[in-house]
């Protein structure tokens, strides 16, 4: 009974929750308002007439170019800047400057430079991707213990072997929680993004349904659909910090 | 047979190791600390000398010097002839098992140093160590899987497998227990009688230095200098409860000023 | 040595001053150069700020903008903390209700925009909601992570010193935690800010990200589209600032050993 504790409570809270939330719509009478039978048949509409996948596809399109690209970029920036001290609190006045300025709000700039479509909506994720991926690297270079380095120096390695050979292995365990991260925080920006620069997608689909006829069913279908791919995305990750050769960084998973 | 201050050559080999006049300031805050002053030593070939001294006082500085990882201040380091400029494959450092990589497997970690030779000496200079530490069983195995002990023998292992001249140890089995250490005193002891290395050990625990050194190098507290040279006569095995043990060991007690009783 | 300080010190002022001001140099030189470009340059974004602060506008936006995220985060503190730190200490409402959590989580804030009009209209109140459930959700997970964080010897010493139930909560858990709560309450609040900025370009007609929005699509005006991106960042920045002073108050100082 007791190994089944982690799969019966949360049934349970979920069975009560969708209960309360058929019988609130029963209660109110609501016209608008969905039920979770209502929101079950408009995922299965959305299926029939293929949009479900074309839009997820789409978002997770321009995920992976906007998220690829920062990881791509991000990590050598970050190595760089934790490597060279002087660099990054030369460079770190501009990081903490721009943090706080959503993504989003970028969306003008991006359309004068991208134009409106695909290219300002991946240019946004990979904006808002960059930063937490070269912060997560910078602290992984900075946090390597001096021991390690000294060990490979010992050893008669080069600048570029340490590297290799030492430094980015360390850091590594840090440079993923900074993926996992920015990966997350990509889901939410392309969903934000497609409300308000494109015509497809996940996003679109939630401001649509609603602009154009108060389907809330459609919206709340689509809204499911957010939180279950990006948990997928989320778990996917996690997955990566179970490899042994990266395990030794993650104490308490 | 002890004697004072300055090096002491009982036999007619060769020197490895010696230091001037070696003095360590360290600037911190617009403050000086004199960490290291005049320390003057000599080290033979395949000799085992323990520094002994109080915790802080400046022994691992001292190595660290030795080590090529600190520059001195002023004075004389020489190995082999040759002043210390930095880092050498030649001579490892093995901290405590804190230095062993943990993203490598056993095996990895003895590779470490091997990549100058080719795949087959590589793989027998691995069995031949994980042999002679105790590993086997464990070349696939990560050092979170290993115990304090393992992760110790580890490190060791990854250090002669690149036959450095000289081996220097910082305290390492400080992070064990009590036990633990008694047992890899004697692994230590027979690997340096079948390795042949000359092995500078810094330690704060006298028993240990009067169990594994050939000479004993008492150091004050800070600013360190070298109070003496205490030599262990005494062949290996050593009996712990042996008279001349005893002698020595109180002798060294005697000269840092501790009480024998509890 | 004392002049060798003061340089070490001006020098790390000097630093970031001087890459700052040769990224606002660069940027001058590539308007300057592509002269019919629509983005226009520090010197025409510094003239339309103050332009805005002239009509009385920038004022207005800022206080809008900071009303919304102040209602909204302070709403979700009070009741995600409390909330959060019971979920942590009865290990089974957590089993309970973490899948839930991590469905809700990967959701952006903005997907709840048509439901928030559907239930708040098209206003503050919806803004607001949308911050409020933008910071409830991390400031839940963050309260439940700080009980677990709570060393178990603590809890241990305060019921072997006969503290009921009750008194451990208040004595012990809440205390032990709150290092951890402010971090996270730092951390949301620049959440919020984020969320507060995107809100307002979809949802209302008021504030920093309405700003930027309709500088552009009432009349291209780049100047204050910039404009409004240079005070988010420096708000934000300020506001986080303000959160790490709360971090050195000597009460909560003991858990930031480094």
């Given amino acids: 009974m007791r190994k089944l ?46 949009l479900l996948w074309s839009y997820i596809g789409d978002s997770l399109f321009r995920v992976s170019l906007g998220y690829l690209s920062a990881v791509v970029l991000g990590v050598p920036t970050g190595l760089a800047l934790g490597w060279y001290p002087v660099a990054a609190k030369a460079v770190n006045p501009v990081i ?45 270079v900075r946090n390597v213990p001096i021991m390690y380095l000294q060990a490979g120096q010992n050893f008669g390695l080069r600048p570029a072997a340490l590297l290799r050979r030492v430094i980015f292995p360390a850091a590594l365990p840090q440079i993923l929680i900074g993926l996992r991260i920015a990966l997350g925080v990509a889901w939410l920006v392309v969903v934000a993004a497609e409300m308000i620069a494109v015509d497809s997608g996940l996003g679109y689909l939630v401001i649509d349904s609603r602009n154009a006829g108060k389907r809330y069913d459609l919206v709340v279908a689509g809204m499911l659909m957010i939180g279950l791919i990006g948990l997928g995305l989320d778990v996917g990750v996690r997955r990566l910090e179970t490899v042994r050769s990266v395990r030794w960084g993650f104490r308490n998973e | 047979m002890a004697q004072r201050g300055g090096a002491v050559v009982e036999r007619a080999v060769k020197t490895k190791l010696s230091l001037r006049g070696v003095n360590m300031v360290f600037r911190r805050d617009g403050n000086e600390v004199n960490v290291l002053e005049n320390i003057a030593l000599d080290a033979r070939e395949g ?29 004389q380091v020489l190995i082999d002839d040759e002043p210390v400029a930095g880092p050498d494959p030649r001579r490892i450092f093995v901290f405590q098992e804190r230095g062993v990589f943990p993203w490598l497997t056993v095996e990895g970690n003895i590779d470490f140093g091997l990549h100058k030779l080719d795949k087959a000496e590589r793989q027998r200079s691995i069995r031949h160590y994980i042999k002679l530490v105790g590993l086997e069983g464990f070349e696939k195995a990560y050092p979170q899987e290993l115990s304090g002990g393992m992760k110790q023998r580890l490190e060791v292992a990854r250090a002669l497998a690149v036959n450095p001249d000289m081996l220097f140890l910082d305290e390492p089995f400080g992070a064990l227990d009590s036990i633990t250490r008694l047992t890899m005193r004697g692994e230590l002891l027979r690997i340096w009688e079948a390795e042949k290395k000359t092995i500078l050990f810094v330690t704060h625990d006298i028993e240990e230095s009067v169990q594994l050194a050939d000479r004993v190098v008492v150091m004050s507290a800070r600013p360190a200098t070298i109070r003496r040279h205490v030599v262990i006569d005494i062949p290996h095995p050593r009996d712990i409860s042996s008279p001349r043990y005893l002698e020595l060991r109180d002798s060294i007690f005697e000269e840092i000023g501790l009480a024998h009783t509890v | 040595m004392e002049n060798l300080r003061f340089w070490v010190k001006v020098r790390g002022v000097l630093l970031p001053i001087s890459s700052v001001a040769v990224l606002i140099g660069a940027w001058q030189i590539a308007i300057a150069m592509n002269s019919d470009s629509l983005v226009p340059g520090p ?77 708040f209209g098209v206003g503050d109140l919806a803004a607001v909601y949308l911050i409020f459930l933008a910071s409830f959700l991390p400031l839940t997970v963050t309260a439940m992570n700080a009980v677990r964080n709570v060393s178990a010897v603590h809890l241990n010493a305060g019921r072997n010193f006969g503290l009921s139930q009750r008194q451990l909560i208040l004595k012990v858990l809440y205390p032990a935690a709150m290092p951890q709560l402010i971090v996270g309450l730092r951390i949301t609040l620049g959440i919020s800010w984020l969320v507060v900025v995107a809100a307002e370009m979809i949802a209302v007609n008021s504030g920093l990200g309405f700003l930027i929005i309709d500088a552009r699509n009432a009349g291209n005006r780049y100047d204050l589209v910039i404009g409004g991106m240079v005070m988010i960042g420096l708000i934000g920045l300020i506001l986080d600032m303000l959160m790490r002073s709360l971090e050195k108050l000597k009460f909560l100082k003991w858990s930031y050993v480094s």
């Avoid at chain 1, 949360?10 to 939330?21: D, F, R, T, Y």
């Avoid at chain 1, 608008?32 to 039978?37: C, E, T, Y």
């Fill in chain 1, 96 to 140: 903490q400057m721009m943090r706080p300025i959503s993504p989003l709000a970028w969306i003008p700039l991006a359309i004068v430079w991208f134009g409106v479509g695909n290219t300002a909506s991946v240019f946004l994720i990979f904006l808002a991707s960059f930063f937490p991926i070269v912060v997560a690297s910078a602290n992984g």
């Fill in chain 3, 43 to 119: 010197w025409a974004v510094l003239l339309g700020i103050v332009e805005l602060a002239q009509k009385g506008l920038l004022v207005k936006y800022v206080v809008a903008s900071l009303f919304r995220v102040t209602w909204g985060f302070l709403g979700a503190a009070v009741l995600a903390i409390p909330f959060g730190l019971m979920l942590g200490w009865y290990r089974r409402s957590e089993l309970a209700i973490n899948p839930l959590i991590q469905i809700l989580r990967p959701i952006s804030p903005l997907a709840w925009i048509p439901i928030s009009i559907l239930w």
């Fill in chain 2, 47 to 75: 000799e085992f000398v323990c520094i002994l001294g109080p915790s802080g006082c400046g022994k691992s500085t001292l190595l660290n010097i030795v080590g090529g990882f600190i520059k001195a201040t002023s004075g």
């Fill in chain 1, 5 to 50: 504790e982690p799969i019966l409570w949360p049934l349970a809270l979920a069975v009560a929750l969708l209960c309360a939330w058929h019988l609130a719509v029963v209660w109110t009478a609501t016209r608008v308002f969905p039920s979770p039978f209502d929101v079950q048949r408009g995922l299965a509409e959305l299926m029939r007439k293929g």
